[in-house]
């Protein structure tokens, strides 16, 4: 913008007032562009602010341990109550349950929440209720550890 006002005197020399007039119409609209730019960078930064603050993500580890002989049907359960919740709730974001390699009867589940409230939705569902009352008696022991994330933007591909 600046080298073709520059060219534009150049040309028509500094007193021109086909200049004056270039260099006013320029001004103006370098002026309501720079204003929209500006109004548009504080509303992205207002809507950053507002959705961060009433949505802040939960994430939790699971770590559990299940009585052997019921190993493979709680094995079942679970995938099936994982399935469920990533296909039907939108506030679910992961749900990764990870096995001991040394010891399978101990897992621990990493759990992403898109806010609190998506946790308690969760906890509330159908399939999630299905699933804790059909394993109680397979779980030997349950904790539940709430963490934060180093770097919570980062996403699992």
Known sequence: MFASAFTVSWKWGK??????EFFT???TREDQVNKIIVATLLSM???SFSVGAG?????RLSKITVDA???PAYRDALSEEDRASMALEPGVLSLYAVFDKE??????ILEIYASREAYEQHVKSPHFLKYKNGTLHMVKSLELVDVEPLLPE???K
């Open 55 to 59: 949505e802040t993500q939960m994430t």
């Open 69 to 71: 002989d019921y190993l």
């Open 15 to 20: 007193n021109d007032a086909h200049a004056k």
């Open 103 to 108: 010891d399978p009867t101990r897992l621990t």
């Open 154 to 156: 980062l996403k699992i």
């Open 45 to 47: 930064l207002a809507c």
């Open 25 to 27: 119409v320029m001004r």
